[in-house]
């Protein structure tokens, strides 16, 4: 399993499960792998614990800080492709064409089962008071579920738009806080802002050059955060967005030679700049002031380098 749990550039996570500092008292703290085989998905759910999804087509909860696997979660029946959470629940998506919910406390078999998408479930977002949650697919839909009774009651939306020759096909949903909207990024290259009372496009973000591979919604709600496919450096950026002045953008953040595959905004402290971080198949993860995008220093922030091709990213907030 992945883990970043590190924010400052003394220290090294690699892909075997060690955390290598890198500054005075160099060591290595080893921990057992969490999956069998690749992770595909990492999520947040306490201050030191994280969900991880993997190939093996389990659902873990694992204590990052002891590598500890306190529960772990079995029923898809092919590999996890996105993992998400509130308090007390784990969503997991697979390529099984399902999504099921697991209750962290409970029986380890998962409380609901969703088998509502015809081809792989690539998308995944619980709203901010978890009571809804909305699921994307290479199927060209985007369904909305309420939690508790697992329903919906004909809240899909086909994401083929008048007009257009193409499908849309979902990689990536996030819920606006405090707002009835859901971002969404797609293999179109555009970023849309879905209104989840109506399943109905908002607002659509100027399209990109490349594939838009994630996105990520900053605790505020103003901004939204978006990454990019490319290879040799063409492409390969983020994206962030002002959701009240959504005709432009506001800035990117270049630096990664290969597609960047996952942005978050990381938690501000009282005395910290906001920032971002990205990972990339270039095997790296970068930490980005958000405001200037590193202009007048070093840019990125800081760099950490990862061994695998898959590198993750989770945003822990430790207060």
């Known amino acids: 399993m992945h883990c970043s749990s590190c924010h400052c550039p003394s220290a090294c996570c690699r892909a075997d499960g060690s955390v290598e500092k890198t500054g005075p008292g160099r060591g290595v703290q080893q ?7 690749a992770v595909t998905s990492v999520a947040a759910l306490k201050a030191d614990l994280c969900v991880s999804g993997g190939k093996d087509k389990s659902v873990a909860v694992c204590n990052w800080k002891s590598g500890a696997v306190l529960r772990r979660f079995v029923g898809h029946e092919h590999e996890v ?6 308090s007390n629940r784990i969503f997991s998506a697979s390529r099984d064409k399902t999504v099921m919910m697991w209750e962290l406390h409970r029986t380890s078999g998962p409380s609901q089962h969703f088998p509502g998408h015809d081809l792989v479930v690539t998308g995944l977002a619980v709203s901010p008071d978890a009571t809804q949650l909305c699921t994307g697919s290479r199927d060209n839909t985007v369904c909305k579920w309420d939690v508790e009774t697992w329903r919906v009651p004909g809240q899909s939306c086909c994401l083929q738009e ?5 499908w849309l ?6 819920w606006v806080p405090g707002e009835p909207y859901v971002i969404q990024t797609s293999e179109d290259k555009t970023v849309k802002m879905w209104d989840s009372r109506e399943l109905r496009v908002a607002q659509t973000f100027p399209g990109k050059q490349h594939i838009q591979t994630c996105c990520d919604v900053s605790q505020d709600g103003r901004y939204v955060l978006s990454s990019s496919s490319g290879f ?11 959701l009240r002045q959504t005709r432009s953008r506001v800035r990117e953040y270049k630096g990664h030679f290969q597609t960047t595959t996952s942005c978050v905004f990381l938690p501000r402290g009282p005395a910290l700049a906001p920032s971002i ?7 790296k993860v970068k930490v980005w002031d958000q405001d200037t995008a590193g202009k007048g220093g070093c840019c990125p922030l800081t760099a950490l380098p ?3 091709k898959t590198a993750s990213l989770v945003s822990v907030s430790l207060g």
């Open 31 to 37: 921990h057992n792998p969490v999956h069998a085989d």
């Open 277 to 283: 971080a990205t990972s990339s198949y270039d095997s």
């Open 162 to 166: 008048p007009g257009r020759s193409c």
């Open 306 to 308: 990862w061994e695998s």
């Open 81 to 86: 492709t996105k993992v998400t959470c509130d």
């Open 169 to 174: 096909l979902v990689t990536h949903l996030c």
């Open 232 to 242: 040799a450096g063409e492409g390969c950026e983020a994206t962030l967005w002002d």
